[in-house]
């Protein structure tokens, strides 16, 4: 479960952004999950509230946002969400495609006190 160490990561980076900006605590943390990302949001949530204790995300809200999969079509240049996983443009049906979101895990924000 590569979850525990992604949780594990973005525990280090709330606690350096809370030092680097003198607060005590983190009141919520919200992340972008793009569903290429191969992050299973349900252990990654379970992860979330099992390490959170003692540290200054103790009693923070975890936000989790789903992206969807962005692509542009190298044949076309036309830039879609798509709905479904069909890697196909749906202007010119073309499979010459670039992702360009909705395959990585960002941390968005934090709140801080």
Same mark, same amino acid.
């Given at each position: 479960m590569h979850e525990y160490s992604i949780v594990q990561s973005l525990l280090e980076q709330c606690e350096q952004?809370? !030092?680097a900006n003198d607060a005590s !605590?983190? &009141?919520k943390v919200v992340v972008k999950i793009g569903v290429l990302s191969g992050v299973e949001v349900d252990l990654l949530q &379970?992860?979330?509230d099992t390490f959170? #204790? !003692?540290t200054v995300c103790d009693k923070a809200e975890f936000i989790i946002n789903h992206q969807k999969v /962005?692509? /542009?079509c190298n #044949?076309?240049? #036309?830039k879609t969400t798509l709905e479904k996983n069909e890697f196909l443009c749906p202007k010119?049906?073309?499979?010459?495609l670039k992702v360009i979101d909705g395959e990585d895990?960002?941390?968005m924000s934090l709140e801080l006190e």
């Open positions: 952004h809370a !030092k !605590k983190v &009141t &379970t992860a979330f959170k #204790e !003692k /962005v692509i /542009v #044949e076309c240049n #036309e010119c049906n073309s499979g010459d895990m960002y941390l």
